[in-house]
């Protein structure tokens, strides 16, 4: 018999293919987003399937998103399953980017995660079971520049993550982390919008980041064409709530296996020499 999973920011991307493993799976599915209206796509690709799914809107930013869980608790009864997959990014030079850009950044990622976490907890300890899965990234582990906000709330993430582990397994808890590499879904890079990622601003503004600008975002846009669709990251997550055991670590994708593996064996000097040639950085004078 499959278990009750809530899972945010289920429009498109990581999340959609979430819920629609997870259902697959026969799993009974919450699938959550902030504007119900985009949820054409997750209907219909879990029609395609043959599952079924309820689609109800949540909003993590919002003040009364602790509220909104509870109501879907009382609606659907406890959740097993946790999946705390809604985010954003804006990508960019950190001296470029607003005060307003950088806190929706934290708000979503980091906040609004805790929040719906904080909200499920209470009946996950009077069930004494339940698993609490965090979509983090390579991103939470190798930082790259033009993604410094946006790698800065995905280390919160895994750090909140690790601590969070040791205080809810006494209750018979399990905390996941997911952590994907280059996959093609709507949080990738370029495409956000002003004043984040630079594609479609104008040139003039890119000041004195403009050649690094330019770099990386081509670089981005050629690993955007070649990325993989996010189905292995919905499949693993779906996998993570069947498993009696599941692991606390699960990188996706070959580029986040590798880079990360060269980042804890390489020198750090030698490491950053390699993405200084990767981006044609400058050295500092």
Known sequence: MGELVLITGTSSG??????????????????TMRSPERGKPLLEAAAARGVSLDVEQLDVTAAGAADKIREL????????????????????????????DVREQFETNVFGMMAVTRAVLPSMRAAERGRIINVSSLSGRVA????????????????????LRWEVEPFGIDV???????????????????????????????????????????LLADEGERAPAPDAVGKAIAALVADPAPRFRSLIGIDARTLVTLRRVVPDRLFASGIRRLLHLPRSR
């Open 144 to 163: 790259f520049p033009l993604l410094s906000v946006y790698a800065a709330t995905k280390h919160a993430v895994e750090g909140f993550s690790e601590a």
């Open 73 to 100: 608790t009382l609606k659907y009864g406890p959740v097993y399953a946790l999946v705390n997959n809604a985010g954003i990014a804006w990508g960019g030079a950190f001296e470029e980017q607003s005060e307003a």
């Open 176 to 218: 996941c982390l997911v952590e994907p590499g280059t996959f093609k879904t709507s949080i990738s890079f370029p495409g956000s919008r002003a004043p984040g990622p630079p594609s479609g601003r104008d040139p003039a503004r890119r000041g004195v980041y403009a050649a690094m600008v330019e770099k990386v975002e081509q």
């Open 14 to 31: 990581i999340g959609l293919s979430a819920a629609v493993e997870c259902a697959a799976a026969g799993h009974r599915v919450i699938a």
